[in-house]
């Protein structure tokens, strides 16, 4: 027996071999009738938001350029103003009796003989 006893050790487990795990077997449920109607209402929300998202931002951008063309309006009616504005002083300057004054100041005279008509 004393052989016996001496042959019969445990045997302890390897630390580099991990004893194999059987894979855990998946229940598998049967699909429900209404899994495609889910997702298709999953997917009109999902594209409802895309559509609101998209609508928000495009009268964002819209209100931004308003603003933006209304500024540059604004800038060309002063533009136009000052343009006015300085063609009606270039009219008043040149009037005859406004030339009659600087040349009279001048020491000049005006001889209608001396004028000539170009065409």
């Known amino acids: ?8 050790q445990p045997q302890q487990p ?13 229940v598998r449920y049967a699909k429900t009738p209404w899994r495609n109607e889910i997702k298709h209402i999953i997917c009109a ?3 409802t938001m895309c ?4 609508s928000v931002w ?3 951008r819209a209100t931004i350029l308003n603003e933006v063309a209304q500024a540059n309006s604004t800038q060309l009616d002063n533009v136009r103003n000052k343009n006015n504005d ?14 009659n ?13 001396n004028i000539k008509n170009v065409k």
């Open 1 to 8: 027996m004393a052989q016996n006893a001496q042959q019969w």
């Open 14 to 26: 390897n630390p580099k071999q991990r004893p194999k795990k059987m894979p855990a077997q998946r």
């Open 45 to 47: 929300i999902l594209i």
């Open 51 to 54: 559509f609101g998202v998209a």
């Open 58 to 60: 495009i009268s964002n």
């Open 86 to 99: 300085t063609k009606e002083q270039i009219s008043n300057l040149t009037t005859q009796q406004r030339l």
């Open 101 to 113: 004054e600087v040349a009279q100041k001048a020491g000049m005279s005006l001889e209608n003989s």
